[in-house]
């Protein structure tokens, strides 16, 4: 531990000397303007929760200006060091998407808990379900999920352009960035500071800051590309900018709102009813398509062939697959609102893309696993390998299951029950985790520019808890929802409904303290994930002969754009 | 096809172009003409806005994530219908920014509760639901009970709803923070200007059964006793036949 954070501090001092001078200027003022802007909220918002926000702000600039400080007088860097790949922020967004999925998966066993245990709450506000469910929720997509994407998005970028990033400040400006919208968005929260829709909690001004983030996201992505040494910009980068480019369009709006005043963090929502209704699952839907799907395939589409030794299997499906989401995934929000006061004419559209949108998922499922083709013995010997196969096969149970219960019939059973929330599970655990947590582990050795990870054997056991936590989740929650949406409509010989609604809350105990323990196996295997990649960092690193020719290349060079760069 | 592709992915920006047409198209042809096609929302020409204590109720709904276990949106279903009431229109969330219909039903759907139970219930279930229905998991909510209600600024949040579209009137926004008083305390005087502004069936009640105090309470079970009788329009016009 005491090593560990003597890496901490030294990669601090050393991650500030690859700046520039003129990139650590620009940082202190960049952190200086947000300190400002913390306090400016402090004094605006006095007397309203957007104080709170305000110090929060203020408080987290100086935390990181301090680490800046400590390496501010650090030499200019080495020519050399330009000529190189820049992954100190693919590093620090690799620990920080796993920080986050401890604490996301750990408050999502706790509300898991709250459901079968209500007295749990012990008075206080916001340990209460409505106030840390959202926590977990934006914990595991926003924290987890979204550090793993920026991390690994970086990589894959400059590896596959054969380019470096284009400068050293705006990845970390948007990695830092990032990361202070989760702790507004979490401890907002905490304080009862929401918008109320699914996925888009965060109030208005952690909204703004975030359109900024996006922005320079945007533009590292663009300014790298010119940069490119490949004449082709390969499929993995198609995702991860249709997640970039979409999810700006949904977050911007989604979140049309008019604050009550500067000085307060509640907004009303521009939009009312049924027309805010649409968009809001016009967004939700498509969270889960750009955010939970499209940057993640972005990895699978890297890694994944990367780690088989095997180019991907389709050139021509990779295409269909890719535009089939991008343009079908934008249709199928409305099947959220089958049978509400929504106009039948979107649920009926809604429901057909949902259902031919099973065409390119399963393309991209199908091509993820026809690429392992020649690799299964390694699939069987190599569990991080194992990982990506089983993400892939989730991503088409799952992708299967969603257009199935958008058919308006099977909607009126599966909506408003656990169905829905165990649907959720299979993509987020089995699909979402999984690439992730496979990706990471074949990443982090080649960052720290180490042999291998510190255990094998950890990689293994953290599988086996994987999969077992989320089949037990999965299955109480199929249990559950099946049995709950069929109990609501059972009418008894007299034709009145057999069941009042508290007989059928009933019947979901066994299955809630089931999907607790799942949840609980899910979570184990993520925290000896963090332990595991913590014990491969903080060894001491050998020299590894094979990173020294993973570096940007100057001359172009032709390469074969069916397979996955460098 | 596949040839024009070969060229596209060369080019970054046409990449990019081609993403943002291509998702755009979508939520386009399903959300716009939501605005523009005028049966999509029914009229109710009896519809009343949310009174400033109903509205602070409403945001303590937001703020506690009730929307996550309760619905606010019985669907065209025979089995709802019977369970819960006439099935949801679209006007009767006109008022609503946000909506709050919900996804998920770990508790029952709350879009007809208005004036189901006593006042007196609601305080009793949200103090400790387990008092009045042991099986139920719904977290206790006494903190409502303890926080005084903050209504100096419901005058700035009627403001910002008119700004987003809902009718109220100069009156109102001037008004808002006396008659958030006077609606839970009928003996006041502020009491007379709430059925003026409102409707003479606007509820003014001792909510939380204390006069001395203003609580979280108060405005919790005035909004919950509100919920689905801004409106009847949903009782008197016919009902289509339901699946």
């Known amino acids: ?566 | 096809m596949f040839n024009f592709h070969y060229r596209l992915e060369r080019n970054a920006m046409g990449l990019v172009l081609a993403i943002v047409v291509v998702a755009s198209i979508g939520g386009l042809i399903e959300i716009a003409p939501l605005f523009t096609i005028d049966e999509t929302v029914e009229d109710a020409p009896d519809m009343r806005v949310y009174t400033p204590l109903e509205l602070a109720g409403r945001n303590i709904y937001i703020r506690e994530g009730c929307y996550a276990c309760h619905s606010q949106m019985i669907r065209t279903l025979r089995d709802e219908v019977e369970r819960y009431g006439p099935y949801s229109l679209a006007v009767e969330s006109k008022y609503d920014h946000p909506m709050l219909w919900g996804s998920k039903r770990t508790g029952p759907d709350i879009a007809r509760l208005g004036g189901k139970y006593s006042n007196e219930w609601h305080v009793a279930h949200l103090y400790n639901p387990r008092d009045l229905v042991p099986e139920s998991k719904m977290p206790a909510y006494r903190w409502l009970m303890r926080n005084s209600l903050k209504i100096g600024d419901l005058g700035e949040h009627l403001a910002a709803m008119r700004a987003v579209g809902v009718p109220y009137t100069d009156e109102m926004i001037a008004n808002a923070t006396a008659d958030a008083y006077g609606q839970a305390n009928p003996d006041s005087t502020q009491a007379a200007g709430v059925t003026a502004r409102y409707g003479e069936a606007t509820n003014v009640s001792l909510f939380d059964g204390k006069p001395e105090t203003l609580t979280e309470m108060d405005a919790i079970v005035a909004y919950l006793q509100i919920l689905g009788r801004l409106t009847d329009v949903a009782h008197k016009t016919e009902q289509a036949s339901v699946e």
């Open chain 1, 1 to 566: 531990m005491i090593q560990g954070t003597w890496i901490i501090q030294r990669g601090g001092v050393g991650m500030v000397a690859l700046l520039t001078a003129l990139e650590r200027t620009y940082a202190a003022i960049i952190l200086v303007f947000v300190i400002c802007v913390g306090v400016a909220m402090a004094v605006a918002g006095r007397g309203d929760l957007m104080a709170a926000h305000g110090w929060i702000v203020a408080l987290f600039g100086m935390v990181v200006m301090a680490v800046l400080l400590r390496g501010i007088d650090a030499p200019e860097p080495w020519e050399e060091r330009f000529r190189e790949y820049y992954d100190d922020p693919t590093k620090v967004g690799i620990i920080l998407a796993l920080i986050w999925g401890v604490i996301g998966m750990f408050v999502g066993v706790w509300v898991a808990a709250l459901l079968a245990w209500p007295d749990l709450t012990f008075d206080a506000a916001w340990a209460s379900f409505g106030r840390l469910r959202p926590v977990h929720t934006s914990g595991v997509i926003f924290g987890f999920g979204g550090n793993a994407l920026i991390a690994t998005s970086f990589h894959v970028l400059q590896r596959t352009t054969r380019a470096r990033l284009p400068d050293q400040l705006s990845p970390w400006f948007v990695l830092i960035g990032y990361n202070l919208f989760c702790v507004l968005a979490a401890t907002g929260y905490l304080m009862g500071l929401t918008q109320s829709k699914e996925y888009a909690e965060p109030e208005w001004y952690a909204d703004l800051w975030l359109v900024i983030v996006w922005v320079v996201y945007f533009l590292i992505y663009i300014r790298t590309l010119a940069r490119r040494r490949e004449p082709h910009i390969y499929v993995a980068n198609w995702y991860y900018m249709a997640f970039i480019l979409v999810v700006a369009i949904l977050h911007i709006v989604n979140n049309l709102a008019v604050p009550v005043s500067i000085g307060h963090a509640k907004s009303y929502s521009l939009f009312s009813g049924v027309q805010d209704a649409m968009t809001q699952w016009w967004y939700g839907h498509n969270a889960v398509a750009f955010f939970l799907t499209a940057g993640f395939l972005g990895m699978l589409y890297y890694y994944l062939p990367k780690r088989a030794g095997r180019p991907i299997y389709s050139y021509r499906m990779s295409i269909i697959s890719f535009w089939g989401i991008t343009f079908m995934y934008m249709w199928a929000g409305s099947h959220h609102l089958h049978y509400t006061a929504l106009p039948h004419w979107v649920q009926t559209l809604g429901m057909v893309f949902s259902l031919v949108l099973l065409v390119p998922s399963w393309a991209s499922a199908g091509n993820a696993l026809l690429t392992l083709n020649g690799a299964w013995h390694k699939v069987r010997d190599d569990a991080v390998l194992r990982f990506m196969m089983l993400a892939a096969i989730f991503y088409g149970i799952a992708t299967f299951e969603g257009s199935f219960m958008a058919i308006r019939a099977v909607n009126s059973l599966s909506h408003y029950t656990d169905w829905t929330v165990g649907h959720v599970h299979a993509g987020a655990l089995g699909w979402v985790a999984m690439i992730t947590f496979g990706s990471l582990y074949a990443l982090v050795p080649w960052m720290w520019k180490r042999p291998a990870l510190y255990s094998a054997r950890l990689v293994e056991l953290h599988f086996w808890l994987a999969l077992a936590g989320t089949v037990v989740y999965v299955f109480a929650m199929w249990n559950s929802g099946i049995t709950q949406g069929l109990m609501w409509r059972t009418y008894d010989q007299n034709g009145t409904l057999a069941y009042s609604f508290i007989d059928t809350l009933v019947a979901m105990h066994p299955y809630y303290i089931a999907r607790t323990v799942g949840g609980l196996l899910f979570l184990a295997g993520a925290v000896v994930a963090f332990y595991n990649i913590w014990m491969t960092i903080s060894r001491p690193a050998p020299v590894d002969e094979g990173a020294a020719a993973d570096l940007p290349v100057e001359p172009p060079a032709p390469r074969a754009w069916a397979q996955a760069g460098e």
